[in-house]
Nanobody, 123 residues
Framework: VQLQAFGGGLVQAGGSLRLSCAASGRALSNYGMGWFRQAPGKEREFVAG????????NYADSVKGRFTISRDNAKNTLYVQMNSLESEDTGIYYC?????????????????WGQGTLVTVSS
C-alpha cells in the first residue's frame, strides 16, 4: 500500500488543522493505521493510532483530548483532527500502516510509511 499524507501548514497556537493520509494500491480497511511526528532534533514519536476495524483508538498523552484519529475506508483515507494546537506540536507528521494492526505505539510494527507533511505552530 502506498500512503500520502497532506494537509499540513502554518497555524497559530490554539488553532486547528486536519491532516489526511490517502492510501492507494490496497484497501485501507485491511490495515491498522498510525500517525507519528518528528520535531526538529528529536526522534519520531507516536501521536495516534486506530485499529484495522476502526473500533480501537490510541493516543499519546500529549495529544489526548485535543487530537482525534478517524478513518473513512470508503475513501481509503485516514485523518487526524488536531485542535488547540501548541508550539510543541510542530513537526513532520507521518502516517503508517500495519496489516491487520491495532494502532500500535511501536513504529516497528508498521510496514508502510507515507512521506510526511509539515505542521508548524507559531506561538
Amino acid at each position: 500500500v502506498q500512503l500520502q499524507a497532506f494537509g499540513g501548514g502554518l497555524v497559530q497556537a490554539g488553532g486547528s488543522l486536519r491532516l489526511s493520509c490517502a492510501a492507494s494500491g490496497r484497501a485501507l480497511s485491511n490495515y491498522g493505521m498510525g500517525w507519528f511526528r518528528q520535531a526538529p532534533g528529536k526522534e519520531r514519536e507516536f501521536v495516534a493510532g486506530i485499529s484495522w476495524t476502526g473500533t480501537l483508538t490510541n493516543y499519546a498523552d500529549s495529544v489526548k483530548g485535543r487530537f482525534t484519529i478517524s478513518r473513512d475506508n470508503a475513501k481509503n483515507t485516514l485523518y487526524v483532527q488536531m485542535n488547540s494546537l501548541e508550539s510543541e506540536d510542530t513537526g513532520i507528521y507521518y502516517c503508517a500502516a500495519e496489516p491487520y494492526g491495532f494502532g500500535s505505539r511501536n513504529p516497528r510494527k508498521y510496514h508502510y510509511w507515507g512521506q510526511g507533511t509539515l505542521v508548524t505552530v507559531s506561538s
